[in-house]
């Protein structure tokens, strides 16, 4: 009798081990994820708030001045993407009562480009191979003290979003039909350094 106890004992803790164990790996597995796809996020949004931040000094910069400023700014900070690969940027103007951009979504405003990530090169594609609609110096309004910008104070506001391709870690299925990788992107929205003089507007 204790024999068959026994035996019954250990099948009871084997079915146990069969049902718990799944659930701890995955929660083990998803905390890594988790972990990892935080950073990814945080340097995301690190890359999205420098460029911004580069591009609002430059106001009444040529176009080309303008984007390649921030292309070079986001290049140096991809190095910070570990877990997957740089994919797009969106440079636009924030109008009032315009959404953003959201993941995997296109210009939200005419004065929009869109710059994809050249694996090749390890860098975002210049001003010259970008797609979209230039917001040109002429266009970008940053007067002190005036009224006639989107960004308050008499300025426009500039936005950059960036997205990438964040690949799972541990390769563990956690949703069937997830796939292998995840979109995270960021947006800054900023408004532009005021300049004096008649050239601001």
Same mark, same amino acid.
């Given at each position: 009798?204790? *024999?068959?106890?026994?035996?019954?004992?250990?099948?009871?803790?084997?079915?146990?081990?069969?049902?718990?164990?799944?659930?701890?790996?995955?929660?083990?597995?998803?905390?890594?994820?988790?972990?990892?796809?935080?950073?990814?996020?945080?340097?995301?949004?690190?890359?999205?708030?420098?460029?911004?931040?580069?591009?609002?000094?430059?106001?009444?910069?040529?176009?080309?001045?303008?984007?390649?400023?921030?292309?070079?700014?986001?290049?140096?900070?991809?190095?910070?993407?570990?877990?997957?690969?740089?994919?797009?940027?969106?440079?636009?103007?924030?109008?009032?009562?315009?959404?953003?951009?959201?993941?995997?979504?296109?210009?939200?405003?005419?004065?929009?480009?869109?710059?994809?990530?050249?694996?090749?090169?390890?860098? *975002?594609?210049?001003?010259?191979?970008?797609?979209?609609?230039?917001?040109?110096?002429?266009?970008?309004?940053?007067?002190?003290?005036?009224?006639?910008?989107?960004?308050?104070?008499?300025?426009?506001?500039?936005?950059?979003?960036?997205?990438?391709?964040?690949?799972?870690?541990?390769?563990?299925?956690?949703?069937?039909?997830?796939?292998?990788?995840?979109?995270?992107?960021?947006?800054?929205?900023?408004?532009?350094?005021?300049?004096?003089?008649?050239?601001?507007?």
């Amino acid at each position: 009798m204790r *024999f068959k106890r026994g035996r019954g004992e250990r099948g009871a803790a084997m079915i146990e081990t069969a049902l718990i164990l799944p659930v701890v790996i995955m929660l083990t597995f998803g905390s890594i994820e988790f972990g990892f796809a935080f950073s990814e996020q945080g340097a995301v949004r690190g890359s999205s708030r420098s460029a911004a931040r580069t591009i609002t000094t430059l106001p009444k910069a040529n176009a080309d001045v303008f984007y390649n400023a921030a292309l070079t700014n986001l290049d140096a900070s991809m190095s910070n993407v570990v877990s997957g690969e740089p994919d797009f940027v969106l440079i636009y103007e924030k109008l009032d009562g315009v959404d953003g951009p959201t993941v995997d979504g296109g210009c939200p405003a005419t004065n929009c480009m869109q710059f994809d990530w050249n694996p090749v090169a390890g860098a *975002f594609q210049d001003f010259a191979g970008g797609s979209g609609n230039e917001w040109d110096n002429t266009e970008r309004y940053a007067c002190a003290g005036g009224s006639g910008g989107s960004g308050g104070a008499g300025t426009d506001r500039v936005g950059v979003y960036v997205e990438v391709d964040h690949d799972w870690v541990t390769g563990l299925p956690f949703i069937p039909g997830m796939g292998t990788t995840v979109d995270i992107g960021a947006t800054t929205v900023m408004a532009l350094e005021p300049v004096a003089g008649a050239g601001c507007s």
